[in-house]
């Protein structure tokens, strides 16, 4: 199994900055290796969507195009945990956010956190 603790939510006004973290942990991980570590967000009534993804050997991240420029993924290897520094908040970036993992060689996030509610006043 692999626990996943979520940190770093809060109330923020708009154009402010937040810094979430996750950290991973268990006995699958040094077991099986991990290919990438997600951030998803599901705002109230909405369905998750992807916000940003490390991979994990490589060091290669993706975004979503709604947080490009504004949000950086990080990740520091030696503690199995993953950042996400949100700059230039917006209303509508409020949400629960949900640090995902996905194992190496697979395909699909089969371990999810417990999520941290930002959210953005305007």
């Known amino acids: 199994q692999v626990q996943l603790v979520e940190s770093g939510g809060g109330l923020v006004q708009a154009g402010g900055s937040l810094r979430l973290s996750c950290a991973a942990s268990?006995?699958?991980?040094?077991?099986?290796?991990?290919?990438?570590m997600g951030w998803f967000r599901q705002a109230s009534g909405k369905e998750r969507e992807f916000v940003a993804v490390i991979l994990w050997r490589a060091g290669s991240t993706s975004y979503a195009d709604s947080v490009k420029g504004r949000f950086t993924i990080s990740r520091d290897n030696a503690e199995t945990t993953v950042y996400l520094q949100m700059n230039s908040l917006k209303p509508e970036d409020t949400a629960v956010y949900y640090c995902a993992v996905r194992m190496l060689g697979v395909s699909e996030y089969g371990y999810w956190g417990q999520g941290t509610q930002v959210t953005v006043s305007s």
């Open positions: 268990g006995r699958t991980l040094s077991r099986y290796g991990m290919g990438a």
